[in-house]
């Protein structure tokens, strides 16, 4: 099994239409369904895909970085809000226009990634 380090992942459900979104400012990802049940394991079906092609693919450090991701030998830090309001127009445009709930979610990226 690949090593991994935990992180807390900061995430929104908002409702727009008749459909649940959450979505991960820190990895611009989303999931929807039409309960926020149904969104929060479309999330983790997107999540775990990402995970997957970027692994394969020999992308997630540089993915992550590019994200505004700090990533060390030992740590790996999700952006900050302030960086993600600066750098993220699609967050910034879902913070003004919904109300939002603030879920966090610990998830495990691959130590590879470092």
Do not use: C
Request: charged fraction near 25%; proline fraction near 4%; aromatic fraction near 10%.
């Amino acid at each position: 099994m690949m090593p991994t380090i935990k992180v807390i992942l900061s995430l929104v459900e908002f409702k727009e239409k008749n459909q649940y979104i959450i979505y991960s400012p820190a990895l611009d990802l989303s999931g929807y369904g039409t309960t926020a049940k149904e969104a929060k394991k479309s999330f983790a079906e997107v999540l775990a895909y990402f995970l997957e092609y970027a692994m394969e693919n020999q992308t997630l450090s540089q993915d992550l970085k590019r994200l505004g991701w700090k990533i060390t030998d030992k740590q790996i830090t999700p952006p900050s809000l302030k960086n993600i309001i600066l750098h993220n127009q699609n967050f910034v445009d879902i913070f003004e226009n919904h109300n939002l709930k603030k879920i966090s979610q610990k998830i495990e990226i691959p130590l590879l990634a470092a």
